[in-house]
């Protein structure tokens, strides 16, 4: 099917908005990824979800980030207060069982900037 | 800080050249080391992998060399194409994905 999709593509929020990033992984992939890359860097672990379970958040940079899974498919990934340390493309990727067994798949990005 | 180490940064090859890009880690823990590919606008895509118990693996121009004891891996691609132009990062895995900070690749035609 479909691979992993990701909206919106390319996010411009104002410095102090809050801002939410959608990630749709592929159907019946248990584990999901959300990643930061910076312009010229390779992506940065942000956080891990297996199902609806949260089990590593520790990549997240401040708590002003935060991410959720509620339904163990659709994940968001919500940044609020925007600062312009911020700007970068988030990845979501998506594998098919936990524990790091199976390939991560990567969605396209959502490229945010803020001014 | 960063837990796998890539160069070089950037580098240019001849169409039909050979590419050879080099990495290092220090966790032992890492079970799983693979290589992607990344164009301008795309997510990365997964080119090759390799399990630290395999010295090498080879798949189509790709070949992955790993060497275990020196905590260190290498990708060469053969005969590189103008469509190999990219940026490719190297990762190792626990569970979650550490990646090298990426070497863009430019093949003259």
């Known amino acids: 099917g479909a691979g992993v999709s990701q909206s919106p593509r390319y996010k411009v929020a104002k410095r102090g908005q809050d801002v939410a990033l959608r990630c749709d992984p592929i159907?019946?992939?248990?584990?999901l990824f959300w990643y930061q890359q910076a312009l010229g860097q390779g992506p940065e672990f942000l956080t891990y979800?297996?199902?609806?379970?949260?089990?590593?958040k520790s990549g997240l940079p401040s708590d002003r980030f935060f991410a959720e899974r509620p339904e163990g498919s659709v994940s968001t990934l919500k940044i609020q207060r925007t600062q312009q340390e911020d700007s970068a493309v988030y990845l979501c990727a998506s594998s098919l069982e936990g524990g790091g067994a199976y390939e991560q798949y990567f969605g396209p990005g959502t490229r945010l900037t803020v001014t | 800080q960063q837990q796998v180490k890539q160069s070089p940064q950037s580098l240019i090859v001849q169409k039909g050249g050979i590419s050879i890009i080099n990495c290092a880690y220090e966790?032992?823990?890492?079970?799983?080391f693979p290589w992607y590919q990344q164009f301008p606008g795309k997510g990365p895509a997964l080119l090759i992998a390799?399990?630290?118990?395999?010295s090498e693996k080879k798949e189509g121009r790709f070949t992955i060399s790993f060497n275990k004891s020196a905590k260190q891996f290498s990708l060469h691609i053969m005969d590189s194409q103008p469509g190999d132009s990219a940026t490719y990062f190297c990762a190792a895995r626990d569970y979650k994905l550490s990646f090298g900070a990426g070497t863009t690749v430019t093949v003259r035609a």
């Open positions: 159907s019946g992939h248990v584990s």
């Open positions: 979800f297996q199902n609806e379970a949260q089990l590593d």
């Open positions: 390799i399990r630290p118990d395999v």
């Open positions: 966790n032992t823990a890492f079970d799983y």
